[in-house]
């Protein structure tokens, strides 16, 4: 009788501003990796906030609980041979590092990807209109302007997406993956191809 290894599974943590360019990135490189034959979960912000962390609001203790319970899945899934992508701001370097440790905990692959959007690029793209709301003082508490953003200091990747196009940024976290054994070197992303020529 034969068994087939699984393939290991890992978790991508795309923190960044509000409009940096996480779900973006996540879902150029789950289709990518999807096409490599891996399987892939990309747990979303926004369905993670309406599910799993409903309920909780912008504060710095429920931000924090909500990244350590997105982390918590993450890890599950990863450790059972899932390509985790997660793209959630997780703001404070303390729960990114509780994260980091849980992986480290169960030697499940973690990577921890800056997507390094300046902040006057993220409010020109402003995709939900939050930079807007904020300025015209409808909303407070934004990340980035009035609210805290604290950048990593040890990224695995750093992914400075006002000089790059989506395609490249997913390139690039493709590429990382790759090298680390976690996915096929060749191949690309069909659209990206057409797109770009
Ligand atoms: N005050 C404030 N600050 C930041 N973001 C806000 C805020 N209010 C609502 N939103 C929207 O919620 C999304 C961020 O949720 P996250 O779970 O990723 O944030 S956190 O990690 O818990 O800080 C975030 O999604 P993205 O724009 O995709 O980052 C926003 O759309
Ligand atoms: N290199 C890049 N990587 C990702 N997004 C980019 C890039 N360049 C421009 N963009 C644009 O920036 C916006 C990012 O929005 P989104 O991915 O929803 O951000 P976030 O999930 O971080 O809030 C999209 O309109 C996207 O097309």
Known sequence: MTTTARPRGATVWLTGL??????????LLRDRLRADGRRVEVLDGDEIRRFLTAGLGFSRADRCANVRRVGLVAEVLARNGVVCLVPVIAPYAESRDAVRARHAASATPYFEVYVATPVE?????????????????????????????????????????RAQTPWESADAVHAMLAEHGLTRRAGRVASGVNSRG
């Open 18 to 27: 509000p409009s940096a360019g996480k779900t973006t990135v996540a879902g």
């Open 121 to 161: 690029v993220c409010a020109a793209r402003d995709v939900k209109g939050l930079y807007a709301r904020q300025a015209a003082g409808m909303l407070t508490g934004l990340t980035g302007v009035d609210d805290p953003y604290e950048p990593p200091t040890d990224p695995a990747l750093v992914l400075r997406t």
